[in-house]
């Protein structure tokens, strides 16, 4: 524990400590890996609403003239067809086709575009970034984070709390956009319908001297509908039945959204994008493993980076694998070559030491009831 | 806090020794410090366990850890239940949460395990293990 001197801290630190927060080092920061619990968190937020601090996620700005122009050239998904307030969620690619991270791009204006970044990539994307911005007079490439706090409130009565605390309309709001300015209990805020936990629910932006207010605004407001604040283990394994990827698991350096089974946010067609020729050529002539989905059909919890196996032979790994709390089941997403992809194709996972016997399964595991 | 009539390993398991035979979990601390047991692997009845060695495993969410025999011999009793309920092991380690119980093969090895006092100021010195 006396590591977490030397950690980065959020501005909603404070509420880590005050809430009963388990705190560790993640990546640098110091964050709860849980609060009650990661099944009681994980169930709250799947049938009530939960708080979570994300301020660790990176902000950026790209700003100007040019601005689209340089951002199509950055990421996969053509931008040309957003309008403002729209969110894509998209990827900033190598020349190989593997992914430098995922993203999610909002349309603030024609020269005025926020990108949500990963808090573990930050500095490598703008970095990634820097070296192209050049190619774009006018164009104005600002990493944010450390002026951005962001918290999601996520469940099926995020909505119900969260309007409470503003006059914004938010069942107005549709999935995927942004109100770029809200007033949220009084603070300046951009409130987002976005999340990643497979729910509804916002992710809200605010500066980091309001983050504690806001934070203490929103579980007020929530208590009457039973809210708690939740940590990374519920988000994982929310993420996780969901089937949203993890950047480290289920994508890095090698391998990229066509892999990933996320082409439908990839305009492959797209001209001058980084990573193009590549991404082509998976599309055209396929891949070498793809991701799927199993469930355990012996006894035993998969895990990252367990082996995948037929016959006795390695064919693949675990990306993620855990306990499923919805499904009260032991399930797992694995890359496998695409001849093992059917639904109801039988593998192994190696798991210390013996092959149990998992079914492949459609993704995701978890899909809420519109 | 911890039952005193049980003796308790460094790697926080317990033993509770009655007529030849000993009673096995882990304790509150390490359930506490996995979180929500979601999985217990426990090995067969008839298999043979050595004192200090993993007898079977445990996972929460996050985690995966072994349990480590508090004693050597034969194990005569699974807690099967725990198979379709392992959050028992959270909310009542050292009741319901039970593990398996080995019939001990050299009994003079219960001497050398904590009482409750040292295992008390073992676990709230942070416990190293587990």
Redesign the interface.
């Given at each position: 524990m006396d590591d977490l001197a030397n950690l980065k801290k959020t501005p909603n630190y404070d509420m880590h400590v005050k809430y009963g927060g388990k705190v560790v080092d993640f990546g640098g920061w110091a964050l709860s890996v849980q609060f009650a619990g990661i099944l009681e968190e994980h169930r709250t937020v799947r049938e009530k609403v939960g708080l979570f601090d994300v301020s660790h996620m990176g902000e950026a700005t790209v700003k100007g003239p040019g601005a689209l122009a340089f951002l199509q050239k950055m990421v996969s998904r053509d931008l040309s067809t957003m309008h403002d307030t729209q969110v894509y969620y998209t990827h900033l690619l190598y020349p190989t086709g593997g992914a430098v991270d995922d993203l999610m791009v909002t349309k603030l204006g024609d020269e005025d575009y926020y990108l949500v970044i990963n808090a573990s990539n930050t500095d490598k994307d703008v970095a990634w970034m820097k070296q192209y911005v050049g190619e774009f007079p006018g164009v104005e490439l600002k990493n944010i984070s450390a002026d951005t706090a962001e918290l999601a409130l996520q469940g099926p009565l995020a909505e119900k709390t969260l309007q409470k605390l503003t006059s914004a309309k938010l069942s107005d709001l549709k999935y995927y956009h942004v109100i770029p300015q809200a007033k949220v209990a009084g603070i300046d805020t951009m409130i987002s319908r976005t999340g990643y936990t497979g729910e509804d629910g916002f992710e809200i932006m605010c500066a980091p001297k309001d983050a504690n207010n806001l934070w203490e605004a929103i579980m007020q407001a929530g208590q009457e509908f039973g809210i708690k604040p939740i940590g990374l283990g519920a988000r994982d394994t929310l993420r996780f039945e969901a089937a949203m990827p993890l950047y480290g698991q289920e994508m890095d350096e090698n391998t990229g959204p066509i892999e990933a089974g996320l082409q439908r946010f990839v305009s492959p067609e797209k001209p001058g994008y980084i990573g193009r020729e590549a991404t082509l050529k998976k599309v055209d002539e396929g891949v070498a493993k793809k991701l799927v989905g199993f469930e355990m059909v012996d006894r035993g919890v998969p895990r990252h980076n367990y082996k995948v196996k037929k016959n006795g032979k390695e064919i693949g790994y675990v990306t993620t694998g855990s306990y499923a709390p919805t499904l009260d089941k032991n399930v797992g997403m694995a890359y496998v070559p695409p001849t093992e992809t059917a639904i109801g194709n039988e593998f192994d996972i190696e798991i210390r030491g013996r092959d149990l016997k998992a079914r492949v399964v459609k993704l995701p595991f978890y899909k809420r009831k519109k | 806090m911890y039952p005193k009539d049980m003796k308790y390993t460094e790697t926080h398991e317990y033993a509770k020794i009655e007529g030849g035979k000993a009673t096995c979990g882990i304790t509150a601390y390490a359930a506490e410090q996995l979180?929500?047991i979601?999985?217990v692997?426990l090995p067969a009845v008839g298999a043979a366990v050595t004192a200090g060695k993993p007898f079977g495993?445990v996972?929460?969410?996050?985690a995966?850890s072994d349990c480590y025999a508090p004693v050597s011999g034969k194990v005569v009793k699974v807690n099967d239940k725990l198979?379709d309920d392992p959050?028992v092991v959270n909310s009542d380690p050292h009741g319901a949460g039970w593990m398996i119980v080995i019939e001990m093969s050299n009994p003079g090895e219960a001497d050398k395990l904590m009482g409750v006092d040292a295992y008390e100021k073992h676990a709230a010195a942070g416990g190293g293990h587990h």
């Open positions: - | 979180g929500d979601v999985f692997e495993v996972e929460s969410v996050k995966v198979n959050v």
